[in-house]
C-alpha cells in the first residue's frame, strides 16, 4: 500500500463515525445514513489523487454528501406515514425513562421534517454552519435556507412544545 492509499485508510478509519453522525440527522434512517457515507466515501477515493491535502478530505466528504441529499429531494416522492401519535408530555428528566421517551419524540417529530427542512437544521444548529455557508454546501440559496429553516422550527416547537426555549415565547 503506497503512501496515498496509507492516508485514504486512516481517513476512513478516523472520520466515518462523525460522517455517519451529520448523514444520520441528514436523513433520518440509519440505513439511509451509512448508503449516504458508503457513496460519499467512494468519491472520495476517486478524487483523492486530486485533493491537495489529505485535511481537505473531510470537507470534501461532507459535500459529496449534501450534494447527494439534495439530489435525493429532487427525486419522485413516495408517502411516508409514521405509526403512532406524538405524546407530548411535560416533566422533567429526572427519570431515565422520561428522558427515553422525550428524545423518541424528538426523533420522531425531526423524522416528520421534509429532507430540506432536515439538512439545514443540521447544517445550522448540529454543525454550526452560517446561512450562508449552508446555502453554499447545499446549492441553494439563502432565502431557501432561511425559509426552510423558519418552518422547520415552526413545525418543531408545534409537534414537541415541551423543548421551546423561553426565547421563542419572546
Not at 472520520?15 to 468519491?43: C, I, K, M, P
Not at 454528501?65 to 416533566?91: F, N
Not at 437544521?121 to 446561512?131: G, K, P
Amino acid at each position: 500500500m503506497d503512501a496515498r492509499e496509507a492516508d485514504y485508510a486512516l481517513f476512513v478509519r478516523t472520520r466515518t463515525h462523525a460522517l455517519l453522525r451529520s448523514a444520520y440527522l441528514l436523513t433520518g434512517d440509519q440505513h439511509l445514513a451509512e448508503d449516504l457515507v458508503q457513496e460519499a466515501l467512494a468519491r472520495t477515493h476517486r478524487a483523492w489523487a486530486r485533493l491537495e491535502r489529505a485535511e481537505n478530505a473531510e470537507a470534501y466528504a461532507r459535500k459529496v454528501m449534501y450534494h447527494a441529499q439534495v439530489s435525493l429531494w429532487r427525486r419522485p416522492k413516495v408517502a411516508e406515514v409514521l405509526p403512532g401519535e406524538l405524546d407530548p408530555s411535560a416533566g422533567g428528566f429526572d427519570d431515565p425513562t422520561e428522558a427515553a421517551v422525550q428524545r423518541l419524540a424528538l426523533q420522531r417529530a425531526l423524522l416528520t421534517l421534509s429532507a430540506k427542512q432536515r439538512a439545514v437544521i443540521v447544517l445550522r444548529y448540529f454543525e454550526d454552519h452560517t446561512e450562508a455557508e449552508a446555502a453554499q454546501l447545499l446549492g441553494v440559496s439563502i432565502s431557501t435556507v432561511k425559509t426552510q429553516t423558519g418552518r422547520a422550527l415552526d413545525k418543531l416547537r408545534t409537534l414537541v412544545p415541551e423543548h421551546r426555549s423561553p426565547a421563542d415565547d419572546l
